[in-house]
């Protein structure tokens, strides 16, 4: 299972560059990996890992703006197409059980 999370947050005032400079922090030590700008993902165990981290980032959102969460299976990220430009080598997109990097 893999969780992706999009957010478009305020950098009008401070608060808000700081508010959005803590929430990419956290996601970066909760091991998400940045697919683009402001979209994040992370392999998951189960179904019961997502709903811990589903929590998490609930309670370290920002006030202000947009915070999305999607579950979708191996399977189903692996069959995304990639129009324009490559995959990236730090995202791994199998659906392949065992992956040895």
Known sequence: MRMLVFFDL???TKTD???YTLFKRFLDKEGFVMMQE???SKILLNGV???LLR???RKSAPPKGKVQILLVTERQFCS???VVGKAQSTIVD???RVVVM
């Open 10 to 12: 305020p950098t009008f």
């Open 17 to 19: 560059i700081r508010n």
């Open 38 to 40: 402001s979209v994040y």
């Open 49 to 51: 890992m997502a709903e």
């Open 55 to 57: 929590s998490r980032i």
């Open 80 to 82: 995304m197409d990639y």
């Open 94 to 96: 199998t659906d392949e």
